[in-house]
């Protein structure tokens, strides 16, 4: 969202809709210019359009811009909420194994019951470093999700309302 794109695209079409070859500059300058740019091809393509086209080709540019910045948030918010159970499984499994280690089937020298406390203690150690693990990866993949999330809709909203600005001014241009 380079932050003058705006001004620079309502200042180039003072006069007019650009040539072909500026739309697709601004097409390839950003997300934003994609959004900005389908609204002048509406009008190089029909210079008659009328407002309700302009403005469902905008929104649809954006829903496409939309879907283009979120592509990733839903992997990463996958990962902050599979870490944790799968961190959780770890300790279920480790727990699994200290409770079969701590069995004692008598032949080991060992009573019915008397496990091995140092079995017993790595066991748990496991376990817990399973859950660590889990919550090592979930955090951090959590604030960062958090973090892109409020970007993104940051975007969106700043492209919502260049997007609206540029409508009125396309419409402004047709009259």
Not at 15 to 23: H, L, R, S, T
Not at 39 to 60: T, Y
């Given at each position: 969202?380079?932050?003058?794109?705006?001004?620079?695209?309502?200042?180039?079409?003072?006069?007019?809709?650009?040539?072909?070859?500026?739309?697709?500059?601004?097409e390839q300058n950003?997300?934003?210019?994609?959004?900005?740019?389908?609204?002048?091809?509406?009008?190089?393509?029909?210079?008659?359009?009328?407002?309700?086209?302009?403005?469902?080709?905008?929104?649809?540019?954006?829903?496409?811009?939309?879907?283009?910045?979120?592509?990733?948030?839903?992997?990463?918010?996958?990962?902050?909420?599979?870490?944790?159970?799968?961190?959780?499984?770890?300790?279920?499994?480790?727990?699994?194994?200290i409770f079969g280690?701590?069995?004692?089937?008598?032949?080991?020298?060992?009573?019915?019951?008397?496990?091995?406390?140092?079995?017993?203690?790595?066991?748990?150690?496991?376990?817990?470093?399973?859950?660590?693990?889990?919550?090592?990866?979930?955090?951090?993949?959590?604030?960062?999700?958090?973090?892109?999330?409020?970007?993104?809709?940051?975007?969106?909203?700043?492209?919502?309302?260049?997007?609206?600005?540029?409508?009125?001014?396309?419409?402004?241009?047709?009259?």
């Open positions: 969202m380079p932050p003058k794109l705006l001004d620079e695209a309502i200042m180039v079409s003072r006069n007019g809709i650009p040539a072909a070859d500026v739309v697709m500059q601004l950003s997300v934003l210019g994609e959004v900005l740019a389908s609204g002048f091809q509406v009008l190089h393509n029909n210079p008659s359009a009328s407002e309700d086209d302009l403005r469902s080709s905008l929104e649809g540019a954006g829903r496409k811009a939309a879907a283009k910045l979120q592509r990733y948030l839903g992997a990463i918010a996958t990962i902050a909420s599979a870490a944790p159970l799968l961190g959780l499984l770890g300790t279920v499994i480790g727990m699994i194994e280690s701590q069995a004692g089937d008598g032949g080991a020298g060992l009573a019915p019951g008397a496990g091995n406390p140092g079995q017993l203690a790595h066991g748990i150690s496991v376990a817990l470093y399973n859950t660590a693990f889990g919550l090592i990866v979930a955090i951090p993949a959590l604030i960062f999700w958090r973090y892109f999330r409020g970007r993104v809709d940051d975007y969106l909203l700043s492209m919502e309302l260049a997007a609206e600005q540029f409508a009125r001014h396309l419409v402004n241009l047709r009259k």
